[in-house]
């Protein structure tokens, strides 16, 4: 018997407490998860965050009706099938994920991701072409916020990760 990857679908915002529960009754998981900036009120704090929100995955041999211990897990809600079958996820998805990984189990997103607060950067495609600015925040997978200073003012925006260089 060989053991596969299949998608499980968790309760909101319920895929940590999904995970560790899974793995206190021996199953393997894997959490896919990248960092995101939040700011509130002044407060400005990185959080990790799953890259698929309320999905996680797990590897198992399933047979039959081996898949009622995982959907009877706390945090769980189901795992993904097609109509009553469990759908393997293949194994080169979940490499390629972790592939992306820092050494801190961090998804790395984009080339967004090699930027630091503060860094300048030239915008090189759309409205804002050729452009310096400062580079702010990862707004999310494929975007990031710049701080633009135009007309004696700062202005922030928002453009495609792609569109942006490094000085």
């Known amino acids: 018997m060989t053991t596969s990857w299949y998608a499980v679908y968790t309760h909101a915002q319920k895929e940590w ?13 894997y959490l896919p998860v990248y960092r995101k900036v939040i700011r509130h009120a002044r407060n400005v704090r990185e959080i990790e965050r799953p890259l698929f929100p309320r999905y996680l995955f797990v590897r198992v041999t399933l047979e039959g ?21 469990p759908i393997p996820v293949p194994e080169e998805i979940i490499n390629s994920l972790k592939s992306k990984e820092d050494p801190n189990g961090i998804i790395v997103l984009g080339s967004a991701m090699m930027f630091k607060k503060g860094d300048q950067v030239r915008i090189t495609s759309g409205q804002f072409e050729g452009i310096e600015a400062m580079f702010t925040e990862v707004k999310d997978s494929d975007r990031v ?8 003012a700062s202005w922030r925006v928002v453009v495609k990760a792609a569109a942006v260089e490094q000085m």
Do not use: D, K
């Open 65 to 85: 009706r081996a898949h009622n211990p995982i959907r009877s897990t706390i945090g769980v809600n189901e795992i993904v099938c097609h109509g009553n079958v």
């Open 145 to 152: 916020v710049l701080l633009l200073n135009m007309m004696h």
């Open 17 to 29: 407490v999904a995970r560790n529960h899974l793995e206190r009754q021996g199953f393997m998981s």
